[in-house]
DNA sequence: ATAGTGACTGGAA
DNA sequence: CTTCCAGCCACTA
């Protein structure tokens, strides 16, 4: 799901547990997120939490990196350090079907 | 099996 | 607008 996520834009967890289908389970993407390895290829910096922030150590190791990849795809960080998701919020459109498509 | 711990969140204060 | 807090539930010891 994470991997959907295009480049200059980010999602919630929540937003994605729910899109993949784990409804009120947002931690679940933290834990998955936290067990990717080093050398992972999917774009894990682009899950923030729903305040908009990172949500790793401030200042940490992990915290300032997700920051740093974010701003190379040019997700802007106010003073607060914080993401304006109205902004940046990725609105995936609807592709597979929830359902059935009608027609 | 029990208890403690979060890469969380929405709602209350 | 902000911070606080209870609910959350998989995972780990």
Do not use: C
Not at 16 to 23: D, F, I, P
Not at 57 to 76: A, N
Not at 82 to 99: A, D, G, T
Request: glycine fraction near 10%; avoid cysteine; aromatic fraction near 8%.
């Amino acid at each position: 799901m994470v991997r959907r996520i295009p480049r200059g834009r980010v999602a919630t967890y929540g937003q994605v547990a729910e899109l993949a289908g784990l409804a009120r389970q947002p931690r679940l993407v933290g834990y998955a997120l936290h067990a990717l390895p080093s050398t992972t290829t999917v774009p894990w910096q682009r899950v923030i939490n729903a305040r908009g922030m990172v949500s790793l150590r401030p200042g940490g190791d992990g915290w300032l990196r997700q920051r740093l990849l974010l701003e190379r795809e040019g997700v802007l960080f106010d003073a607060r350090g914080r993401v304006s998701l109205e902004k940046f919020r990725w609105h995936p459109s609807r592709r597979w079907p929830v359902k059935k498509v009608r027609k």
